[in-house]
């Protein structure tokens, strides 16, 4: 009788779940929703989802329902009912609604890893308040102080990593160095043994993100959660020490991003909540270092596959040297600008594999698009193909072509090119990220010859996009600067 109490109550438990979901799908089925399938229950389409992006396949997965139900259609998500909305319009109605209609806030993954006050989750004056203090470090003027600085820790890095080893394994490299150079530039973490132990928490922490919201031991989620507060535990102390610095007059706010976040105050005039500071903390500490691996990482791939591109970079890269004048060695901003055609390379990269695939947002209140109702509660979910490998909007999609974003005979449409999102809710961190990506190739090409050592190595999404191998390469020291 025991034995069977445990049993009833998850028996009573799984029917009562099973009965609000009936309820809940049930009460869809009155509106209007868009035509598509919610999968099997709680998971819905989940895994299919991301094995598809495991096998950066997505946009098949995508073509497939498209080609059912239409560029509209409704599926389930990461535990939540979520409608598609493929195309500019698509990409308009979402990113551009007001934050009372669809709000920013994301799967349960998602929010449990960042954390409720996250930029992300934020919405109205507090997001405008948070986001005014962030773009304090990454509007240009500041932009420019952090070249200089950021060409020496990515020299210095590289000529470690070449005298150490032959091999590289660019991806593992590119995501460790954008980790450093965050931890450098942006929050001034010093102390070596924090910075290791909370790269390894960050990486775990971002494989939950896009996982499912299982909080059972040993599941990726579960996992992730973990990882959040071990960064949470070891952020304290070094967040009372700053706040001790600000007070005492040591240290100013204008130092770095988290001494920022610690002076900040509210609508009030009030400190704000320690918990906003470290949901901020790790959303830009997890996500930032990740978003720019990725393009790093995928820049030396299409290097090491196209001569006619990479003897284009290259010869772009070493024109800079040439025309410096004096004993200067380091990178200026004004050579940042100069590096027009590597730029082109990455926006064209970016074009043909998003950093992003997409998207959520939440609907806050019933609404429709296209004749369609979306209820409250729902998710929605916007996708970069349907815009990126449109050939109304871009000739030749499948075509790599950098030329395509110097001086294009027609401008691309608004909400059509979506590396970094669009609307209110566009990446702060994409200028930071050119800055970051350009330093990077300009020292690797200046610096290496390499080879790759997997030549017909896949992408795949893992959830961001790359080399499904890591992306081993044989490396030598440039023979001649000439």
Known sequence: MVVGIPFFVLFASTLSLAFLLSKWFSKSQTKNVPKGSLGYPIIGETLSFLKAQRQDKGSDWLAERISKYGPVF????????????????????????????????????????FGRQSLVELTGPRYKLVKREMLKFLKPECLQNYVKKMDELVNATLLRESTENETMGVVVFMKKLSYDIGCHILFDIKDEHTR???????????????????????????????????????????MNKRREELSKGVLSSTNDMLSCLLALRDENHQPVDDDLITDNFIFLFVASHDTSATLMSLMIWKLSRDPEVYSKVLEEQ?????????TEERLTWAEIQKMKYTWRVAQELMRMIPPLFGSFRKAL???????????????????????HMNDAIFENPQQFDPSRFENPTKPIPPYSYLPFGAGIHYCIG???ARIETLTTIHNFVKLYEWSQVNPEEPITRQPMPYPSMGLPIKIKPRSSLS
Do not use: C
Not at 74 to 97: E, H, R, W, Y
Not at 367 to 378: A, E, K, L
């Open 365 to 387: 209140k019933d609404t429709n698009y296209q004749g369609y109702d979306i209820p409250r509660g729902w998710q929605v979910y916007w996708a970069a193909y349907g815009t």
């Open 318 to 326: 070493m024109e800079i040297i040439k025309q410096r004048e004096g």
């Open 74 to 113: 409704k599926t389930s998500l990461m535990g939540s009912p979520t409608v598609f909305a493929i195309g500019q319009a698509g990409n308009k109605f979402i990113l551009g609604s007001p934050d009372d209609v669809l709000s920013a806030k994301k799967p349960l993954t998602l929010r449990k890893i």
């Open 430 to 432: 994409n200028e930071f």
């Open 196 to 238: 290791e132990a909370m790269f390894v928490d960050s990486t775990l922490a971002f494989k939950a993100i896009h996982s499912l919201p299982i909080n059972f031991p040993g599941t990726t989620f579960w996992r992730g959660q973990r990882a959040r507060a071990r960064i949470v535990d070891r952020m304290i102390p070094i």
